[in-house]
């Protein structure tokens, strides 16, 4: 329990600086875990922030849940973590509907060169209202997506590095010119 918590707090102490995001605008697939298998969808609206939209269902528990996700490249652009939060709405079998808050906490990679990304998240879970039979859930989820619409970047290209390229070819053309004008 205590390696979680230091994670979780490694995980929110870096995830706010600066991010280019992963390299993908939208994504669909299927997460799992022992006793879980849902449907996924996710939706980039700014450079490193998304939003993912659950269907998931158990045994006695189908739940529906929008969380928006803020990502932090770690190993350069195709691994990303994230931090993020959102809201649930359920139904729990011979106990009824509920609602609550979700957050989540996890690593994503987009596999070089294939259109699939990976990904493993933590989702603590409070029941806010109605009635499920326990006030909180805590799962940890694997997932799965099939890459839909990829980033207009390629995976070997960033437009700050092109252009930095291009100022070195151009100074490197100026400093040519200016020794053989000598």
Known sequence: MIRIIC???????TSFGEATAQKYKSAAGLRMDGQLIGLTYSQRFFNRTTAELNVDLRSREARVSA???FHKPILGQSLTMFVGG????????DFGGFNGADLTLGIEHKIILLPFS???EINPSIHLAGNHPDWYTFQTVFSIKYVIRKDKEGYFSNSQQRQRQRNRRKRLKERLK???EE
């Open 7 to 13: 994670l979780i707090a490694i995980f929110i102490g």
């Open 118 to 120: 990976i990904g493993f």
């Open 67 to 69: 969380i928006g996700k």
């Open 178 to 180: 200016s020794k053989y």
């Open 86 to 93: 959102g809201y649930h709405f359920g139904t729990y079998k």
